[in-house]
């Protein structure tokens, strides 16, 4: 897949997500694969229930507890969850979810990432979160760090994300420019497993290795301009 490939010629890409894209001036693969991520989100060990904090992004593992619930208006549905671990009990909600009442009908154990808010009743709700059910699923993810993109209405992240994915296991790796003394001298990584790293690093060494390979290019590009 050459880098001059339009962005609509993506699996999964229609004319209608092709305008999204336009909108945050992506219009090739080219433009996509440089449209580098603004941050990293953590994924953390879980907190006990206890030990949850008011707005933050936070983790638990818990014990499906009682019946999911569905309530409110048809244009307005809202799945009720409670989550119980030896220190207390989470109420998690999801809007326009309704079906996660027959996913989650099993019971058992399930880890769930979102953000911690207090409600009026003071009590703490996690509103929305990411679910890994089973619970297990989660360590796939545990100490990894996943891009966060700039998005616009209709786009989302795990969508960005999905194509990155697609066209870096589809792109040819390109020729290196930079002569291997001056790489070795200044410490650079190579110019294919930068652009690669700076989308999915694993760990925290890897994004700082690609970020400097690639602030490196930019700034011998506009000296060179």
Request: proline share 4%; aromatic share 8%; hydrophobic share 35%.
């Amino acid at each position: 897949m050459i880098e001059k490939t339009d962005i609509g010629d993506l699996k999964g890409i229609g004319e209608k997500t092709k305008k999204l894209f336009e909108k945050i001036n992506v219009h090739t693969v080219g433009d996509l694969i440089r449209y580098y991520p603004h941050g990293y989100d953590v994924y953390e060990e879980a907190v006990p229930i206890s030990e949850l904090e008011e707005d933050k992004i936070q983790t638990v593992t818990g014990a499906i507890y009682g019946r999911v619930q569905v309530s409110g208006s048809s244009r307005m549905q809202v799945t009720t969850l409670h989550v119980k671990d030896l220190t207390g009990t989470l109420k998690v909600i999801w809007f326009r979810m309704p079906f996660l009442r027959n996913t989650l009908s099993g019971g058992g154990v399930i880890t769930l990432r979102g953000r911690v808010v207090r409600k009026k009743t003071g009590d703490l709700v996690m509103e929305h979160p990411e679910m890994f059910y089973p619970s297990a699923k989660y360590e796939e993810k545990l100490h990894t760090l996943q891009p966060v993109y700039g998005l616009t209405k209709g786009l989302s992240n795990k969508m960005i994300t999905k194509l990155v994915h697609q066209i870096l296991d589809t792109r040819p790796l390109h020729g290196e420019y930079l002569p291997e003394e001056i790489r070795e001298r200044y410490q650079l990584a190579d110019a294919n497993y930068a652009i690669r790293t700076i989308h999915f690093p694993k760990n925290m060494q890897e994004l700082l290795t690609a970020r400097k390979r690639l602030v490196f290019d930019e700034f011998l590009l506009f000296v060179l301009a």
